[in-house]
């Protein structure tokens, strides 16, 4: 049998979550003086998504497919693409085959992009989701300002965490379905079943940098 490919392709189906919790961790150091009390803060620059997914319930015939999914990944050795269920599709109007304009570095919060319709007030809203990169440098990033695009459509995205990889000219961007590298937490990959077999699968996850 050939050793899996990663990042493995999650099954299809069911189509969606029964619950899904996503957070975004932060390297911040705190120091608090034990006689004032006063605090300071430094903002390392370490930043990943994580998040904890309950499927709903399912028969054999969809289970199978996870179950498959869960042995391939080889406990967390492997890696997957998982993005938020509740924004496969942006809330602006951006249509088109968006890529990056220009190199950047890491830690940047701003990133031109091309290649969208022209002359959009609401290209994207804030709280939409983009991909840079694809495969093992897949990338995913929330779009914190409302963004236009001039007449050449052209558009700048203000964008959190800051980058993690550098990005060169015309490496692609994705709006829809917008996914992360991830890597189970746990090495111990689990299902349950009942009397009727009818299987319930949870996860939790973290982003891979």
């Not at 991830?182 to 009818?198: G, H, I, P």
Request: aromatic share 8%.
């Amino acid at each position: 049998m050939a050793v899996p490919i990663y990042p493995l392709s999650m099954p299809d189906s069911p189509s969606n979550f029964k619950t899904s919790e996503w957070r975004i961790v932060r390297s911040v150091a705190v120091s608090l003086s034990p006689y004032t009390l006063t605090s300071e803060s430094a903002d390392l620059g370490g930043a990943i998504w994580t998040t904890t997914v309950t499927l709903p319930p399912m028969l054999k015939a969809d289970a199978s497919a996870w179950q498959v999914f869960f042995m391939q990944l080889h406990g967390r050795h492997g890696t997957f693409l998982l993005g938020d269920p509740d924004s496969r599709t942006i809330r602006g109007s951006a249509t088109g085959n968006m890529s990056v304009k220009g190199d950047h570095s890491v830690g940047a919060y701003s990133v031109s992009v091309d290649g969208i319709n022209a002359s959009q007030s609401t290209a994207f809203k804030k709280g939409d989701y983009v991909q840079f990169g694809s495969g093992t440098t897949s990338k995913l990033h929330m779009i914190v300002e409302d963004t236009s695009t001039n007449s050449s459509g052209e558009a700048t995205l203000e964008i959190e965490p800051p980058l993690k990889k550098v990005l060169e000219n015309d490496s692609p961007a994705v709006y829809t379905s917008a996914k992360a590298v991830m890597r189970m937490d746990s090495n111990e990959l689990s299902w349950n079943a009942d009397q009727v077999s009818t299987y319930g699968i949870s996860f939790s996850c973290s982003e891979v940098i």
